[in-house]
C-alpha cells in the first residue's frame, strides 16, 4: 500500500516510495514519516528486522548504501567489506570535526599512505590519560575499528613507560585537517587564521585537555594563577597566532611566555569564569586534573547541567 508492503512483521519500501518520503527520515535513520508512525526502519532491496539500525543518511555516499550497506562490526579483516563500509560514511559530524581541530592543535597527528588523497587521525595518550584516550575512541568509533591498544616508550632518560595509541582508517573525510593542519603535506603547522575560522569553544576544551596544564606563575598572588597550554612544539609566530586569536574571538586574557626555551601561552586567572562556561560541558572527568582548582571552583559554581562529564558535549 502506497509503495509500502508487510511481510512476516517486517516492512519493505520501494525506492521510489523510500525517496519521496527522504524528508522525513531523522538523522538517526529512524524512520519518522506519515507512512510509518510506529517508527519501522526502512528497507531497500531486501527485508530487514524491525528495529534494525540503519546510518545516518548525512554520513552516507548517497546513491551507493542502499543495496550495499554494512556494520562496521561485520568489516573483520575483509578488504571488500572495508571498503564498502568506507563508501558509506561521507564527512566528520560537527562534534567530531570541532574535537578533531582540538586534538591535532594538542597530542594528535595525522598520517596519508597514498600521497595525500586520504588521510588517518593518530591519537595517543599515556597511561594517565587512558580514560580519556578510550573517550576519544568512542567519539570518533564510527573511523575506528580496533581499540586503544598499549605501547610501550622509553624516556630520554632511559624510563620505560607505557602509551595508549589508537587510530582511524584512512578517509578523505579527514583531507579537511590536512588542508588546515598540513598544507605542504609535511610537518604540522598552524594558519594565522586558525583560532577565528576553525576553533570552537569544543574545539578548546579539547585543546587544554590534550596540551593544558597548571601553571607556576604568580604563586604570590592566586587571582592570577592561571593555566598553561604546552605549544612548545609549534614556532614563535605560530604561537603569537594562537594567543592573539584566543583574545580576539575568546576573550580570554592569555600571554605568551618562555618555558625552558620554548614558547607557551599562558590563560590568567581572571579569565576562568568565562573559560569554564565556555569549555565546562565538554571535559572528561579524568582530565580534570590538568585544571588548576579556581578553575574547578568556577565549573562548580555552574551547576550540574555544565558541569564537566554531565554536558551534552561531554558524551558527544
Given at each position: 500500500?502506497?509503495?509500502?508492503?508487510?511481510?512476516?512483521?517486517?516492512?519493505?519500501?520501494?525506492?521510489?516510495?523510500?525517496?519521496?518520503?527522504?524528508?522525513?527520515?531523522?538523522?538517526?535513520?529512524?524512520?519518522?514519516?506519515?507512512?510509518?508512525?510506529?517508527?519501522?526502519?526502512?528497507?531497500?532491496?531486501?527485508?530487514?528486522?524491525?528495529?534494525?539500525?540503519?546510518?545516518?543518511?548525512?554520513?552516507?555516499?548517497?546513491?551507493?548504501?542502499?543495496?550495499?550497506?554494512?556494520?562496521?562490526?561485520?568489516?573483520?579483516?575483509?578488504?571488500?567489506?572495508?571498503?564498502?563500509?568506507?563508501?558509506?560514511?561521507?564527512?566528520?559530524?560537527?562534534?567530531?570535526?570541532?574535537?578533531?581541530?582540538?586534538?591535532?592543535?594538542?597530542?594528535?597527528?595525522?598520517?596519508?599512505?597514498?600521497?595525500?588523497?586520504?588521510?588517518?587521525?593518530?591519537?595517543?595518550?599515556?597511561?594517565?590519560?587512558?580514560?580519556?584516550?578510550?573517550?576519544?575512541?568512542?567519539?570518533?568509533?564510527?573511523?575506528?575499528?580496533?581499540?586503544p591498544a598499549?605501547?610501550?616508550?622509553?624516556?630520554?632518560?632511559?624510563?620505560?613507560?607505557?602509551?595508549?595509541?589508537t587510530q582511524?582508517?584512512?578517509?578523505?573525510?579527514?583531507?579537511?585537517?590536512?588542508?588546515?593542519?598540513?598544507?605542504?603535506?609535511?610537518?604540522?603547522?598552524?594558519?594565522?587564521?586558525?583560532?577565528?575560522?576553525?576553533?570552537?569553544?569544543?574545539?578548546?576544551?579539547?585543546?587544554?585537555?590534550?596540551?593544558?596544564?597548571?601553571?607556576?606563575?604568580?604563586?604570590?598572588?592566586?587571582?592570577?594563577?592561571?593555566?598553561?597550554?604546552?605549544?612548545?612544539?609549534?614556532?614563535?609566530?605560530?604561537?603569537?597566532?594562537?594567543?592573539?586569536?584566543?583574545?580576539?574571538?575568546?576573550?580570554?586574557?592569555?600571554?605568551?611566555?618562555?618555558?625552558?626555551?620554548?614558547?607557551?601561552?599562558?590563560?590568567?586567572?581572571?579569565?576562568?569564569?568565562?573559560?569554564?562556561?565556555?569549555?565546562?560541558?565538554y571535559l572528561?572527568?579524568?582530565?580534570?586534573?590538568?585544571?588548576?582548582?579556581?578553575?574547578?571552583?568556577?565549573?562548580?559554581?555552574?551547576?550540574?547541567?555544565?558541569?564537566?562529564?554531565?554536558?551534552?558535549?561531554?558524551?558527544?
Amino acid at each position: 500500500m502506497n509503495g509500502e508492503t508487510t511481510r512476516n512483521g517486517m516492512t519493505i519500501l520501494s525506492r521510489s516510495h523510500f525517496r519521496a518520503s527522504f524528508k522525513g527520515m531523522g538523522f538517526d535513520g529512524m524512520w519518522q514519516g506519515p507512512h510509518n508512525p510506529r517508527g519501522a526502519r526502512p528497507c531497500i532491496g531486501k527485508q530487514c528486522k524491525r528495529g534494525q539500525a540503519l546510518p545516518p543518511l548525512a554520513r552516507l555516499g548517497w546513491g551507493r548504501w542502499s543495496s550495499q550497506w554494512v556494520a562496521k562490526g561485520e568489516v573483520g579483516k575483509s578488504r571488500s567489506l572495508l571498503k564498502r563500509y568506507k563508501a558509506q560514511l561521507h564527512s566528520l559530524s560537527l562534534p567530531e570535526k570541532e574535537a578533531a581541530v582540538g586534538v591535532m592543535l594538542g597530542d594528535a597527528s595525522l598520517q596519508t599512505q597514498d600521497g595525500g588523497r586520504t588521510h588517518r587521525l593518530k591519537l595517543l595518550q599515556g597511561e594517565k590519560n587512558r580514560l580519556y584516550l578510550c573517550h576519544l575512541s568512542e567519539l570518533f568509533s564510527d573511523w575506528i575499528l580496533s581499540p586503544p591498544a598499549p605501547q610501550h616508550r622509553v624516556s630520554a632518560l632511559g624510563r620505560e613507560a607505557r602509551a595508549w595509541r589508537t587510530q582511524t582508517m584512512s578517509h578523505r573525510a579527514f583531507n579537511e585537517l590536512a588542508e588546515i593542519f598540513l598544507p605542504d603535506g609535511g610537518k604540522k603547522s598552524i594558519p594565522p587564521n586558525l583560532v577565528g575560522e576553525h576553533l570552537t569553544p569544543r574545539g578548546l576544551a579539547y585543546w587544554l585537555m590534550d596540551d593544558g596544564g597548571r601553571s607556576n606563575c604568580n604563586r604570590d598572588r592566586p587571582e592570577l594563577r592561571g593555566m598553561t597550554i604546552n605549544t612548545q612544539g609549534f614556532t614563535e609566530e605560530e604561537v603569537t597566532w594562537l594567543s592573539n586569536g584566543l583574545r580576539l574571538h575568546f576573550r580570554l586574557d592569555c600571554w605568551v611566555g618562555r618555558d625552558k626555551g620554548r614558547w607557551v601561552i599562558t590563560i590568567l586567572g581572571r579569565s576562568f569564569p568565562h573559560l569554564m562556561r565556555m569549555v565546562g560541558p565538554y571535559l572528561h572527568p579524568s582530565m580534570l586534573y590538568k585544571f588548576p582548582l579556581a578553575a574547578l571552583a568556577e565549573l562548580e559554581k555552574l551547576g550540574p547541567a555544565n558541569h564537566a562529564g554531565e554536558g551534552q558535549g561531554a558524551t558527544e
